[in-house]
């Protein structure tokens, strides 16, 4: 079975600076998908940016870029010049994408980002 | 908004209680799905509906019990629940999944407070 672990409880940044969340997983599978959702306090949890394992570039949305490592099964998550609006919960996902594999979102226990002005 | 409501937003009901949680999406999708959020746990997915047909259980106590009308619409009957059954339950939709990826859209969720 397919296990997410994000390590960092809570993080904080100051706004305007950059910040990364860490995110390991662990898998045989050889093709997947990995995202990154946000949950604002009003906690309607939204994606934020996914990352298809099969490519070597890492996905970038705006302000948010990923840092994809397949052998060391690391994705961690760098938000540039953090607003006030990043603050939230961070989850890590993982979804097989192998024929015959779970559709189902596994979901790491998530990182609470706060932003200070 | 995601396009995915759930009502109620907060419910409080005893241990003898019967009660139903209402999700509906207004995207269009055929694929709906109930998670369960607890606090210091990761989210974990509890049924998925492709078309109205149930296509995961990740077993979950019968005496939680999804009903799937159409596509639009999700409930999840609740019936002599347990303190620890007190969690967010989110409901969430998406195009039909079969091997191909399709977003998942996540309602606000209704907290529920089992007493």
């Known amino acids: 079975a397919q296990t997410v672990t994000q390590s960092q409880p809570e993080m904080s940044v100051q706004e305007a600076e950059t910040v990364t969340l860490s995110c390991t997983y662990d898998?045989?599978?050889?093709?997947?998908?990995l995202f990154w959702y946000k949950q604002p306090p009003s906690r309607q949890m939204i994606l934020v940016i996914r990352q298809e394992a099969y490519k070597q570039q890492n996905a970038t949305e705006n302000r948010f870029s990923v840092n994809f490592q397949k052998a060391a099964k690391s994705f961690s998550l760098k938000i540039s010049d953090s607003q006030l609006g990043d603050a939230a919960m961070y989850f890590c996902?993982?979804?097989?994408?192998?024929?015959?594999?779970?559709?189902?979102?596994?979901f790491g226990k998530g990182t609470k980002l706060t932003v200070n002005p | 908004e995601t396009g995915v409501t759930q009502t109620p937003r907060h419910l409080v009901m005893g241990m003898t209680n019967k009660k139903s949680l209402k999700c509906e999406q207004h995207l269009g999708h055929n694929a709906m799905y109930w998670y369960k959020q607890s606090a210091k746990k990761p989210l974990e997915l509890m049924f998925v509906?492709?078309?109205?047909?149930?296509?995961e259980n990740n077993s979950v106590p019968s005496r939680f019990s999804p009903e799937c009308p159409n596509s639009s619409h999700l409930f999840l009957h609740l019936h002599t629940l347990q303190p620890e059954d007190s969690a967010l339950y989110l409901c969430?939709?998406?195009?039909?999944?079969?091997?191909?990826?399709?977003?998942?859209?996540f309602g606000p969720g209704t907290r529920l407070t089992v007493t």
């Open positions: 969430a939709s998406s195009h039909l999944t079969s091997g191909s990826w399709y977003e998942q859209y």
């Open positions: 509906y492709n078309f109205k047909e149930q296509t």
């Open positions: 898998t045989s599978e050889s093709d997947y998908y």
């Open positions: 996902a993982y979804r097989s994408r192998d024929r015959g594999g779970s559709e189902k979102l596994v």
